[in-house]
């Protein structure tokens, strides 16, 4: 298509993301790229425990404090310049966040490593928006850490043009969270998830590698995939939460080998059962050429089921309007849109798969649905026919394009 209509393609999204930060995470195994942490002991200030000591500006500043085993520290870095709008935090550090504003997302430039400078926090499944040792507070930064080995550990504050205060505290470590599990492909896990308690599945595959990652469940789950680029740098590559009804389903080539983090969360607050399937597939077939629709003339075709959907392509003029006429004894849509060459991450597969919808009609149950418009340049329009049910009837319906000139 040559620029004729322009397209925003928007998702609608079901769920406010509310960070949990109850948890306090434990010491795991990560990929040797997880380590690369710039935390070294040679300029590391030592820290006491519940004093708060002085970040300069400039540089960034390294410090180390000594734990004991199963002890639990929160590390706060903050500004000494007040801010406008401060985040309303509840009073039990155990708790931040309940019941207050949601905080700005954490810049996270504040890390703890082991005495070999092996970065322990953040991790980076910890890239999804919930949950995470890492978070922001109101004049600053703040990490929870569980130590599982007695030791020094050593703390990295990135530079910044101001001064800064450091404090670390004790606190109850409380219950630890759950440990990411690391499954192999073409295998199926079960667990229990709720909107406050996410759950992570790693796993590794070769560059170019397609996988099909689908999570079954009574309860509304949805999914999100985190994975690396080629500098090591993790972000979120794609989320879905209705590919099946309540069943979210991410198919998606992975460019890049390395290992990568599922997250299957859930929308509903009370816990539920699911089960995660992560699969190796081909690489999905492209969908069948739309047929051609003619201006002036019409096509006459068959829906089996209300899943079914019908493509066609429809050379336009610049500045020549246009009437698409459906007729069905069913409740008929009919819109208009352009080629997505973005390969679709919910596992769709149909004839529509590379379709993105500009315009649609659909004002009545049965009848004649008309869709008006106007070119904007001359090029290719591709016309989608679909319904919302065919009910008792045979599916058939009638197209037909009409050029009302310029």
Known sequence: MNGGLAMTALRGRRLTFVPQFSALPLLLAFPAAAHAADCTAGDATPLVVGTVASVPAGAPR??????????GVIVDVSSLVPTAAPVTESADDEHDHEGGSTPPPATRSLRLCDAAGRLLAPQPSEVFEKGGSVS??????????????AGTYLIRVDAA???????????????????????????????TASSSQPVIYSFTVPAGQWVQIKSTSEKDTLLRLAGPDRQGAYSVLAENDDSDGLNPMIRRRLPVAGTYYVQVDSLSAEAGTFALGLARIAAPKPPPPPAALRPGASVGDRLADGDDVRLYALAVEAGHSYTLELTASYDGVVAIGVPNPVEPEDGKEGADAGFSEVKSQDSGTSGTEKLNFTARSTGRLLVRVKSFGIGETDGAYTLKAIDNGG
Request: glycine share 10%; net charge negative; aromatic share 4%.
């Open 62 to 71: 390294g410090y180390s404090v000594a734990l004991g085993a199963g002890e």
């Open 161 to 191: 043009d101001t001064t800064r205060e450091i404090l670390v505290r004790r606190r109850e470590a409380g219950v630890a969270q759950a440990p990411i599990v690391s499954v192999a492909l073409d295998t199926e896990r079960s667990g």
């Open 136 to 149: 922001a507070t109101s004049d600053g930064e703040r990490l929870r850490f569980l130590a599982a080995q």
